[in-house]
């Protein structure tokens, strides 16, 4: 539940007195023109602190979001699927999702287990197995960069997912 958000970036208000309430299981779209604040929305919620919220509140599982760490929003459930994924040389995808797997979760999973899991859902998604020991989005086409954020949601399974334009750096 977001109650009279008030954001600021840069000296800009560019979130001015924002209401939004998203039941459980209920899918939401916010449209609008560029620079209407819908990155910035996604972007305070999962906590940037480039972003400067100036007033209002936001709850989720009864808990304030904003007084959480980044970790903790994740922790709490909570995922951002980026506009623009980055590429990360050096870091493999297997890696990266098992690491965040364990952060978010008490029990840890073995490597063995994981790439199990992890292949299950490469099946679902139809990506090769080959993407497994490549880098994190690097020189990946826009459409393979969705699909590792996809892939990712599905390995993290957050209880709310937030995806940022989720068609940009996609072809028609």
């Known amino acids: 539940i977001i109650k009279d958000l008030h954001v600021n970036v840069e000296g800009n208000e560019?979130?001015?007195?924002?209401?939004?309430?998203?039941?459980?299981?209920?899918?939401v779209a916010l449209m609008g023109p560029n620079g209407s604040g819908k990155s910035t929305i996604a972007n305070v919620?999962?906590?940037?602190?480039?972003?400067?919220?100036?007033?209002?509140?936001?709850n989720y599982n009864n808990k304030d979001v904003l007084k959480l760490k980044v970790d903790e929003r994740a922790k709490l459930g909570i995922f951002l699927s980026f506009q623009?994924?980055?590429?990360?040389?050096g870091l493999n995808i297997s890696n990266f999702l098992r690491t965040a797997y364990n952060s978010l979760n008490e029990k840890k999973i073995s490597i063995i287990s994981f790439r199990k899991l992890l292949e299950e859902k490469m099946d679902l998604l139809k990506i090769d197995k080959s993407f497994i020991n490549r880098y994190l989005n690097e020189g990946f086409s826009g459409g393979e960069k969705k699909r590792?954020?996809?892939l990712q949601m599905m390995v993290l399974n957050p209880s709310l997912a937030i995806i940022d334009e989720v068609d940009s750096g996609l072809d028609i």
């Open 84 to 89: 623009y994924p980055y590429e990360i040389p």
């Open 14 to 27: 560019i979130v001015k007195g924002l209401n939004l309430e998203v039941k459980k299981k209920e899918v």
């Open 148 to 150: 590792m954020e996809i």
């Open 45 to 58: 919620i999962m906590g940037n602190p480039k972003y400067k919220v100036e007033k209002g509140s936001i």
